[in-house]
């Protein structure tokens, strides 16, 4: 039903800023049912940011205060800005709706 495209992965610089999108198509969602998760080579998916009912973000604490997870409900997406961006930030980084998941995208950190 619900497909989950991932977009704006990529090379960036320790200290440097990436801007992650997720749109949804074949249905509405709801941004309580996305979240953003994570996972580096070798190592398990990891938890990054998510949405309460009240449409709040709730963040990894190896994220909180550089990354800001926002909502468009309109355009059916929604968003990761990453910034101060760290080597171990590094990873493919996937959009999560209810139990689905998108292909995700890579991003790199590196100097």
């Known amino acids: 039903q619900v497909q989950l495209v991932e977009s704006g992965g990529g090379l960036v610089h320790p200290g440097g800023s990436l801007r992650l999108s997720c749109t949804a198509s074949g249905g509405v969602v709801r941004a309580n049912d996305m979240a953003w998760y994570r996972q580096a080579p070798g190592k398990e998916r990891e938890f990054v940011a998510s949405f309460t009912i009240a449409g709040n973000p709730n963040y990894a604490d190896s994220v909180k205060g550089r990354f800001i997870a926002s909502t468009d409900n309109a355009k059916n997406t929604i968003y990761l800005q990453m910034n101060e961006m760290k080597a171990e930030d590094t990873g493919v980084y996937y959009c999560?709706?209810?139990?689905?998941w998108g292909q995700g995208t890579q991003v790199t950190v590196s100097s």
């Open positions: 999560k709706h209810l139990w689905n």
